[in-house]
């Protein structure tokens, strides 16, 4: 798999501890829902950057109170038809203020990357290979979306026809 | 006993067709392959979902009717399955041009598939 | 009505050109057919029995002449010279090819057409009020809601993915032709007591597998929250509905699951957040949406006309026509025409292209140049003079449109069944073909008088068949057709879902089975009731006897 942020394949600094894992020394990682309940004091203590993974099944108003310890939000996309986590992502971005990395993990497919993007999402887990162009493209096909969501730099086609500058 | 037929939607066109004896997909049923025996079913299922070109292949369970000096004319076994070879009771004019032989183009569709054909 | 500016054309052609590059990808090979199906079911193209079917959007069923045109055109060249109209005011498109469907978006989008939401588990076409904007009674025009709603929901980021299909109605007037109250969401036009407008929301109502009747989640929203509170729900829907079971999927089980009242708290409280976030429109763009909707110029005209009356008299089947099929319109001297799909022995819903091409020139002749779908699967002119009432019916009845049964045991709703649709159980199409045929005498008819007849091949429900005052439910017995019958069901304001009476008729049996019903109706009715008010004066007793017998109580 790669990521992809900001239109780019990037290196993925980030490793994912599994719920029975050990924690290495040093270096970021993504723990579970339930590994940061019950672990994040030993987590803070680390002092290391924090990545939360939510399954789709789990509110992100569970760690509202911790947004200001965790660096990454990983959210699930099962199939690429389970759209649950579209919600979470502008939950986090537009009610809660969250600053960091909104990650799309699983079925991470170029024709639903732009709905992503206006969600809030900013990093992708994609498959080697992808056609980035292609993607682009698909970013590109989209751009007068007819209503606000949570990338505030595009407004919406009213805001647009009626020369108002910031969505909210 | 049953036999079995492929069959499968074309991708260009979407229209019904079927797995012929010269690998082929025809749109009539009657140039349907028969598969009996469990390896030629299993065989034929196999080759139709490796070919191209057509979407959702499946196998359809059928019977052969021999009218007197007509040839070979193959019947699906459910009604469902008859729509979808013959085409739609509704608009005889949309029913497949090569109609099994016991079946007059000339008939409205509709009246004989109420008498189950 | 609404005229796309260019944000609006921007939308609809980068939609065809992406189209256009994703067909290519899968004729080439290197889309696999299952990449390529959420694609082309978000372009509203489905594989059906016997081809492909594109289904297209009528925005709360409005169409202009050229609109209209363009769809006859569209039958001819790339389909086989018809097309259907469906129960959601949409049109669909029987045989169309794969390779073709890309240049055929881009000839509908010249015209301001799209498919775009007409299928997929998102936010589908808006239904509104065919007599939208020149119904009387009506408290405030529907269609300038749906369009906005429509916008908003065009390819909505978060509501892409929902666990099912998601369907909205907007009625703004006391009487419902929306079956509003079928819908995951119903939107009821009304006045609070400072004479502030808003709607009612009415939520989980729905056909299918486990039919419900809309809930009310919030006796007024003023107007200016309407989105913010639509977003709510759908929000509320997206985390919480089912997503295990498509049969459960629906918004009506989560309300059924949860409670309406539980469901109100949770909508209300997201609410109480979105409402702060920038979702709800500024009443400039409201106003602007409005413009488009506002009455056209009306000739002064008197209550009656002469020759209206006399030619009545003169020409029963106009006669009937005009009993049938006329509504009143807001203003003296007009009326609103219904013209119906439903010929005697017709495919409900079916037009060829002659009969488009003619309705778009009657409408520009007599109805100001528009033409509304009703879920029905039939037409109306809304603007007809009465002066002009009788050509119009005339030229009409030239191409088989003129039949005078609107609401009548004749104007069947029948989805496409068997004979098209890959997910039914039985035909649709020949049982209510062989019905009109039954009860094909006008006299009769109009004896039997108001009437809705339902029919739907497979629990689906796309004929609404719970919601006719007599459905016909298409089941598959050990591999026959067989067929369910339900009586009093009802779609208007007083909503009630049908209610299965004893064991399926097969094929053969169904239509005398309907007719012991009428029968039964007809023998019992009380001084000018209708079939629906004896039914819920008697109950299901007398009808259930006259078709199985005084000791027979089978389950169903
Ligand atoms: S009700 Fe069933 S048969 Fe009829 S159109 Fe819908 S899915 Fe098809």
Redesign the interface.
């Known amino acids: 798999m790669s990521l992809l942020k900001a239109g780019k394949i990037i290196t993925d600094t980030w490793t994912r501890i599994e719920d029975d894992q050990e924690f290495a020394e040093a270096g970021a990682v993504i723990v579970s829902l339930e590994c940061w309940l019950n672990e994040s004091e030993s987590l803070r203590k680390r002092n290391e950057p924090i990545g939360v993974s939510l399954r789709n099944d789990q509110s992100p108003s569970q760690i509202i109170d911790d947004l200001e310890a965790i660096s990454l939000i990983q959210l699930d996309f099962p199939a690429y038809t389970d759209g649950r986590a579209y919600s979470a992502a502008r939950l986090l971005r537009q009610r809660y203020g969250f600053k960091g990395e909104i990650r799309a993990a699983g079925n991470v497919l170029r024709d639903q990357y732009p709905l992503m993007l206006r969600c809030g999402f900013d990093a992708f887990i994609v498959n080697e290979g992808i056609d980035l162009a292609g993607w682009q493209t698909s970013v590109e096909a989209m751009d007068t979306p007819y209503q606000p969501a949570a990338d505030n730099d595009t407004r919406p086609v009213w805001a647009k026809r009626h020369g108002i500058a910031q969505a909210s | 006993m049953t036999l079995q037929v492929a069959t499968a ?1 074309r ?6 067709v079927f797995l012929g004896y010269d690998g082929e997909w025809s749109r009539h049923v009657d140039d349907a392959r028969i598969a009996e025996r469990d390896d030629d079913i299993a065989e034929l299922l196999s080759e139709a979902e490796a070919a ?1 070109l057509v ?2 292949p499946y196998l359809i369970k059928v019977e052969v009717c021999s009218p007197e000096g007509l040839g070979r004319s193959v019947r699906p ?4 399955e008859r ?2 070879a013959y ?5 005889p004019a ?1 029913a497949k041009k090569m109609v099994p032989e016991h079946f007059d183009p000339s008939t409205d569709v ?1 009246a004989v ?2 008498n189950g054909i | 009505m609404y005229v796309y500016d260019k944000f609006d054309n921007s939308l609809v052609s980068d939609r065809v050109e992406q189209f256009r590059e994703q067909v290519g990808r ?2 080439s ?1 290197e889309l696999t ?1 299952d990449e390529f199906k959420p694609i082309r079911l978000m372009n509203g193209l489905y ?6 079917m594109l289904r297209v959007a009528i925005p709360y069923g409005l169409l202009s002449s050229p609109q209209m045109r363009k769809l006859a055109e569209v039958a001819r060249t790339y389909d ?1 010279g018809y097309a259907h109209f469906t129960t959601r005011q949409n049109i669909q498109f029987n ?1 169309p ?3 073709d469907t890309p240049d055929i978006l881009e000839e509908l989008s010249s015209v301001e057409m799209h498919a775009i939401q007409t299928s997929g588990n998102c936010i589908r076409n808006i239904t509104a009020d065919q007599f939208a904007g020149v119904d009387a009674e009506e408290l405030d025009d529907s269609r300038v809601w749906a369009e906005l709603i429509r916008q908003w929901s065009s390819l909505h980021p978060e509501f892409t993915f929902l666990p099912r299909k998601f369907k909205i109605a907007v009625t703004g007037s006391p009487h419902d032709r929306t079956a509003v109250k079928f819908h995951d969401i119903g939107l009821i036009l009304k006045h609070d007591e400072d004479g502030n407008l808003g709607f009612e929301v009415l939520v989980g109502g729905g056909l299918g597998r486990t039919p419900m009747i809309g809930r009310t989640v919030r006796e007024f929203l003023p107007q200016q929250y309407l989105l913010s509170y639509l977003e709510a729900i759908l929000r509320v829907y997206n985390q919480l509905g089912r997503r295990d079971n498509k049969y459960k999927a629906r918004i009506k089980i989560l309300v059924h699951e949860t409670g309406i009242d539980a469901l109100r708290e949770m909508v209300e409280e997201e609410w109480s957040h979105v409402k702060e976030e920038g979702v709800d429109l500024p009443f400039a763009e409201v106003d602007r949406v409005r413009s488009h909707f506002t009455d056209p110029t009306y000739d002064v005209l008197p209550d009656h006309d002469h020759s209206f009356a006399v030619k009545q008299f003169e020409d029963p089947m106009f006669g009937r026509w005009v009993r049938a099929n006329l509504a009143p319109h807001k203003m003296p001297g007009y009326v609103i025409a219904n013209v119906s799909l439903k010929p005697i022995g017709g ?1 409900p819903g079916d037009v060829t292209a002659a009969q488009m091409e003619a309705v778009a020139d009657l409408a520009d002749k007599y109805s100001l140049g528009e033409i509304r779908v009703a879920h029905e699967q039939n037409l109306v002119l809304a603007d007809v003079k009465m002066s002009d009432a009788y050509s119009l019916w005339k030229k009409l009845d030239e191409v088989q449109l003129g039949t005078p049964n609107l609401g009548l045991i004749s104007d069947i709703i029948a989805c496409p069944g ?3 649709c890959a997910l ?1 159980n039985a ?1 649709s ?2 049982v209510a ?1 062989r019905l009109q045929r039954r009860f094909a005498d006008f006299s009769r008819q109009f004896d039997i008088g108001e009437l809705t007849l339902n029919i739907s091949g497979c629990i689906n429900a796309c004929g609404h068949h719970h919601a006719g005052h007599i459905g016909i439910l298409g089941v598959d017995r050990r ?3 067989y067929y369910q019958l339900t009586l009093g069901g009802s779609a208007d304001e007083n909503a009630s879902i049908g209610k299965i009476v004893g064991p399926a008729f097969s ?2 049996e169904i239509v005398d089975a309907v007719e012991t019903v009428i029968d039964t109706y007809l023998s019992i009715r009380a001084n000018g009731e209708a079939f629906i008010d004896t039914y819920r004066r008697t109950g299901e007793e007398p009808f259930k006897i006259a078709l199985f017998g005084e000791k027979q109580n089978v389950a169903a």
């Open positions: 939607n991708l260009s066109d979407g229209i019904v191209p979407v959702g076994e459910t009604y469902k729509i979808r085409g739609p009771s509704i608009h949309f509709s598939f109420m | 899968r004729l090979g057919e594989l059906q029995l016997h081809a492909y086989r045989w090819r794969l390779e495919a068997l004979d098209y039914a035909r199409i020949p073909q591999g026959e057709e094929n053969a």
